[in-house]
């Protein structure tokens, strides 16, 4: 008894080859461009849990942590003046997050009842346009 034996020609490995890559040229720019809306959103729920933890922190301190102190001071106990009233033993935050680009989050307390929270972008640059545009906050507490 011959078996027979069975194998791709050609024209069907090119067929399949062809659909794949009109498949990728289809679904990958949707994919691509999905990244940095993703980047986007987390900056934005980031910068929420920080805000939640600066007003937190200022329920207690009477204040808004210095531009000195930092976020820092929502993690551990601040020892730059001013030293906060009250100051809760287990922090406001475990840790002081990156944005997604593996940068710090600025922090400016203009007064103590102001402060602005935003992340550069994708450039790491202030202003910008698109990707590259400055991710605010806009927390005027």
């Known amino acids: 008894m011959k078996r027979a034996l069975r194998a791709f020609t050609l024209l069907e490995v090119m067929i399949v080859v062809f659909i794949l890559g009109l498949l990728a040229t289809i679904i990958v720019p949707r994919l691509v461009g999905r ?43 601040p020892t730059a003046p001013p030293a906060p009233a009250r100051w809760n033993r287990n922090g406001y935050l475990d840790r002081v997050p990156s944005d997604p680009w593996g940068r710090t989050y600025v922090y400016f307390r203009s007064d103590d009842d102001r402060y602005q929270l935003k992340s550069f972008g994708a ?17 005027d507490s």
């Open 35 to 77: 990244t940095d809306e993703a980047r986007r959103v987390k900056v934005i729920a980031d910068l929420k849990s920080i805000a939640q933890a600066l007003d937190l922190y200022r329920l207690d301190a009477g204040a808004y942590p210095t531009t000195q102190q930092g976020l820092a001071a929502l993690v551990e106990r």
């Open 123 to 139: 450039d790491g640059a202030e202003g910008g346009e698109g990707v590259f545009a400055d991710i605010d906050s806009h927390a």
